[in-house]
C-alpha cells in the first residue's frame, strides 16, 4: 500500500530522501566525480497553492511502513497555455522499482497541479535516466526545448493538463 504525505522539502525526511537522490545523481552523473550540480529545493516554492512537497510512504523491505520516495511541483511561470508547474526530485529508493510507485507519484503530483489550476506541466532529466524518460513519455509528455538552463538537464518534457 503506498500514501503520500505533504512535507516541507526542509523536514528531516524530505532532506534524508533529497540527500540519497543527490548523491544517486551524483554517482551515475556523465561527466565524473563533481560533474553533478546539486541544488536543494527552497521550500517556500512547494507550499500550497504554488506547490507541494509529497513523501512516498509504502513499504519497506521488511514490510514495514516506511518513507520510500519523493517529489514535487512548483509554479514557475506563465504557460503558452496558462499556468505552467515543474516536476522536481521524483525519486524513489531503488528497492521500491519496478512497482509502479513512480507513476503513481508522477499521476499524484498531477492532480494536485490540476488541483491549484495549471494548464501545463514540465519537467527536466538527463538522457541517462532512461527508465525515468521512458515513464514520462508514457506518461503524455512530450519532448520541448529547454525551458530553463539547468546544468544536469538534457531533455525538456511538457504535458498540457487542459
Avoid at 521524483?90 to 503530483?109: I, K, N, V
Avoid at 490540476?114 to 512530450?142: C, I, P
Wanted: net charge negative.
Amino acid at each position: 500500500m503506498v500514501s503520500w504525505r505533504e512535507e516541507s522539502v526542509d523536514s528531516e525526511s524530505a532532506h534524508c530522501l533529497l540527500v540519497e537522490y543527490f548523491e544517486a545523481r551524483a554517482e551515475g552523473f556523465p561527466g565524473g566525480p563533481g560533474a553533478y550540480r546539486t541544488a536543494f529545493p527552497s521550500p517556500e516554492q512547494f507550499e500550497p497553492p504554488r506547490g507541494v512537497f509529497l513523501v512516498v510512504v509504502g513499504d519497506d523491505q521488511s514490510g514495514r511502513p516506511a518513507d520510500v520516495g519523493c517529489g514535487g511541483i512548483r509554479e514557475i511561470a506563465m504557460g503558452a497555455l496558462g499556468r505552467r508547474f515543474e516536476v522536481k526530485h521524483l525519486y524513489l529508493r531503488p528497492f521500491t522499482r519496478g512497482r509502479g510507485l513512480g507513476r503513481a507519484l508522477l499521476a499524484e503530483l498531477e492532480a494536485r497541479a490540476l488541483a491549484f489550476g495549471a494548464t501545463e506541466l514540465v519537467l527536466d532529466t538527463n538522457a541517462n535516466l532512461e527508465a525515468a524518460g521512458g515513464l514520462y513519455r508514457s506518461s503524455g509528455f512530450a519532448a520541448i526545448p529547454a525551458y530553463n538552463d539547468n546544468p544536469n538537464a538534457t531533455n525538456w518534457y511538457l504535458k498540457r493538463l487542459r
